[in-house]
């Protein structure tokens, strides 16, 4: 990024990493100004960034961008406006959600797709995500992914491993919710 983007004798290190995080620190300096001008009891904003990590500056090779592993579909959500509740959450939410979102805000109708309104909807039981060979469907902590080539399913626990190391597919404890989220990647593979 330009100089002028970065805080005052902020050095950037060598390689792609450290200019990575210069670009998201640059990007702070670039959004700071556009929101100095909101008016904060009229306007609605909504901040959607990109999805996932790209594979050249991942702290984890293979698990990024373009994957349906969490290093590649996370996708930070912000939004501000009248009548909008001012807390954290961590609900299940899905970028088509902004769409049903921003058009109940204004009154109005979204487009036929997928999404839901988040206005008064704390998220999504599940939510299913396509990456480049793989597909995943998830409840808020539990995930399965498949390999779409070969059909090969791998099952975490986001909670107790959120850097999804240790497959317990078949585990029985999670019999229920593997067999449920294997019925929800089979119905969005028919369509």
Known sequence: PPAALLPAGYVIGPGNRAKYEAMILALDATLGPILD??????DLVALVGDNGTPEQVTPVVGKSKTTCFERGIHVPF?????GLKVEDSYALVHVVDVYSTL???WGTCAPAHDGISLVDTPGHDWIVCSGADDLMARTGTVKLRRLI???DEQLFDLAVDPL???SLLEDPAYAAVELKLRTVLDQFQAR
């Not at 001008?37 to 009229?42: C, F, H, I, Y």
């Not at 912000?78 to 009248?82: H, L, Q, V």
Request: glycine content about 10%; cysteine-free; aromatic content about 16%.
């Open 37 to 42: 001008q909101v008016d904060w009891e009229n």
């Open 78 to 82: 912000f939004a501000s406006g009248p």
């Open 103 to 105: 058009a109940e805000f």
């Open 149 to 151: 080539s070969t059909g």
């Open 164 to 166: 999804e190391t240790v």
